[in-house]
């Protein structure tokens, strides 16, 4: 039976990965992979994460199975984390926050809630949306379609064709946000546009699903769940994916949690024995290790304090060199605008070069990015960006022979 399977060719981030690391030049940069990365070029541990690590180790006292809720203490953290401190919805008891391997197991379960719900649903995606999106729900058996959302011209939002879409939707679809950090344009609804956005969810009463993959990486950890308390605030249900891998530096352990937003505090009751039950299904039992480090770390005010100092480091030094690197093309006198680096947010931004231009980066100058030249603007480093800023320059200023 097994005979019948073919390779498939690797995820193009892989693909380049594999090049990267094969590339000798000395000079050589990856702004392909999506991890935030240091001055050093590094994806450092949190040192907020390594102490909270340190207490699990020493205190805990058995593997056992959790259970299908997981680990209760992260539970309820992430819950205040993703929804804000003092959410209605949240004392009225009708949100419930289970945790997940990773944002994208947390994706996966809600791809799988929305099908138990309603077979034949379909999902709105902004068009471009992280690829995996694109895999993940309709690997749960769900339909695909996509709402205008960037313009390449301007490098912004396609706000009204954005808002045109969403209106023509309504009970029974489903639309898929990112709630900051845009992967991969880099581009987000600013808190007016994200108003006018989720009244629109409450007038047509689709079911949102917001992803919260970024969270503290565009403004501050709690300017960037407004998506997630105004459409709380506006509509009866809501689905929100949200992802510890970036902003806890925990990328390898895999957590996430998947949040339910219902009508009344029975039917969230409800809707969590139907996660239970297709968690069961999926991986049987979630992984203990990583929740139980961030339970441990947002119950002390003390990691907490120090934790919120480190996402706003990295917040910071993403947006610094987003400001560097605008600069310093202006100043090496490209005549291409590239202003749009400092109004985007988050690692990604799109360096608007067509393919020959990003192979001519590849291959004549060992800077890799995928062909929608999408950019991880946290890899770059004192080191690195004068080199990548002369080769950007030579790429468009003169045409390959
Ligand atoms: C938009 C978006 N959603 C979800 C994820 C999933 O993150 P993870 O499964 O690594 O927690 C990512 C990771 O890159 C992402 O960019």
């Not at 997981?70 to 949240?90: D, H, I, K, T």
């Given at each position: 039976?097994?005979?019948?399977?073919?390779?498939?060719?690797?995820?193009?981030?892989?693909?380049?990965?594999?090049?990267?690391?094969?590339?000798?030049?000395?000079?050589?940069?990856?702004?392909?992979?999506?991890?935030?990365?240091?001055?050093?070029?590094?994806?450092?541990?949190?040192?907020?994460?390594?102490?909270?690590?340190?207490?699990?180790?020493?205190?805990?006292?058995?593997?056992?199975?959790?259970?299908?809720?997981?680990?209760?203490?992260?539970?309820?953290?992430?819950?205040?984390?993703?929804?804000?401190?003092?959410?209605?919805?949240?004392?009225?008891?009708?949100?419930?926050?289970?945790?997940?391997?990773?944002?994208?197991?947390?994706?996966?379960?809600?791809?799988?809630?929305?099908?138990?719900?309603?077979?034949?649903?379909?999902?709105?995606?902004?068009?471009?949306?992280?690829?995996?999106?694109?895999?993940?729900?309709?690997?749960?058996?769900?339909?695909?379609?996509?709402?205008?959302?960037?313009?390449?011209?301007?490098?912004?939002?396609?706000?009204?064709?954005?808002?045109?879409?969403?209106?023509?939707?309504?009970?029974?679809?489903?639309?898929?946000?990112?709630?900051?950090?845009?992967?991969?344009?880099?581009?987000?609804?600013?808190?007016?546009?994200?108003?006018?956005?989720?009244?629109?969810?409450?007038?047509?009463?689709?079911?949102?699903?917001?992803?919260?993959?970024?969270?503290?990486?565009?403004?501050?950890?709690?300017?960037?769940?407004?998506?997630?308390?105004?459409?709380?605030?506006?509509?009866?249900?809501?689905?929100?994916?949200?992802?510890?891998?970036?902003?806890?530096?925990?990328?390898?352990?895999?957590?996430?949690?998947?949040?339910?937003?219902?009508?009344?505090?029975?039917?969230?009751?409800?809707?969590?024995?139907?996660?239970?039950?297709?968690?069961?299904?999926?991986?049987?039992?979630?992984?203990?290790?990583?929740?139980?480090?961030?339970?441990?770390?947002?119950?002390?005010?003390?990691?907490?304090?120090?934790?919120?100092?480190?996402?706003?480091?990295?917040?910071?030094?993403?947006?610094?060199?987003?400001?560097?690197?605008?600069?310093?093309?202006?100043?090496?006198?490209v005549s291409r605008?590239?202003?749009?680096?400092?109004?985007?947010?988050?690692?990604?931004?799109?360096?608007?070069l067509?393919?020959?231009q990003?192979?001519?980066?590849?291959?004549?100058?060992?800077?890799?990015?995928?062909?929608?030249?999408?950019?991880?603007?946290?890899?770059?480093?004192?080191?690195?960006?004068?080199?990548?800023?002369?080769?950007l320059a030579e790429i468009l200023e003169?045409?390959?022979?």
């Amino acid at each position: 039976m097994l005979e019948s399977l073919k390779a498939i060719p690797p995820d193009p981030i892989l693909g380049i990965l594999a090049a990267f690391a094969k590339d000798t030049n000395p000079r050589k940069i990856d702004l392909g992979i999506g991890v935030y990365r240091d001055e050093e070029g590094n994806t450092p541990l949190l040192k907020s994460v390594v102490e909270a690590e340190k207490q699990m180790i020493a205190h805990q006292n058995s593997k056992s199975y959790l259970g299908p809720t997981g680990v209760p203490g992260f539970n309820s953290a992430m819950s205040r984390l993703v929804f804000g401190e003092s959410n209605e919805a949240v004392a009225e008891g009708r949100i419930r926050t289970v945790q997940t391997p990773g944002g994208t197991g947390a994706l996966r379960l809600a791809a799988e809630l929305v099908k138990t719900a309603s077979p034949t649903a379909r999902v709105s995606a902004s068009e471009p949306t992280w690829p995996n999106h694109l895999a993940i729900f309709p690997a749960a058996g769900l339909g695909m379609e996509s709402y205008p959302y960037y313009d390449p011209a301007s490098s912004s939002l396609r706000l009204d064709d954005m808002l045109t879409a969403l209106r023509s939707k309504g009970p029974g679809d489903v639309v898929l946000f990112h709630a900051c950090c845009h992967n991969p344009c880099g581009v987000s609804p600013d808190p007016a546009q994200w108003e006018l956005i989720t009244d629109v969810a409450a007038e047509r009463g689709f079911l949102p699903i917001v992803d919260l993959a970024y969270q503290g990486f565009e403004r501050g950890l709690e300017e960037d769940n407004l998506s997630v308390r105004l459409f709380t605030q506006k509509c009866p249900e809501l689905i929100v994916t949200s992802s510890c891998s970036k902003n806890f530096a925990v990328y390898r352990d895999r957590v996430g949690a998947i949040s339910v937003v219902a009508s009344s505090a029975q039917k969230a009751a409800d809707i969590e024995t139907v996660i239970h039950a297709l968690t069961r299904k999926n991986y049987s039992m979630p992984p203990a290790h990583g929740p139980a480090v961030i339970d441990i770390l947002l119950q002390s005010a003390e990691l907490t304090a120090l934790w919120r100092t480190e996402v706003a480091g990295m917040r910071d030094r993403i947006n610094g060199l987003r400001s560097e690197l605008e600069e310093k093309i202006r100043a090496r006198g490209v005549s291409r605008d590239f202003a749009f680096l400092r109004r985007q947010t988050g690692m990604f931004s799109f360096l608007g070069l067509n393919v020959a231009q990003v192979r001519r980066l590849r291959e004549e100058f060992s800077i890799y990015t995928v062909d929608s030249a999408r950019a991880n603007i946290a890899s770059f480093n004192g080191s690195n960006i004068d080199y990548f800023v002369d080769a950007l320059a030579e790429i468009l200023e003169s045409p390959a022979a």
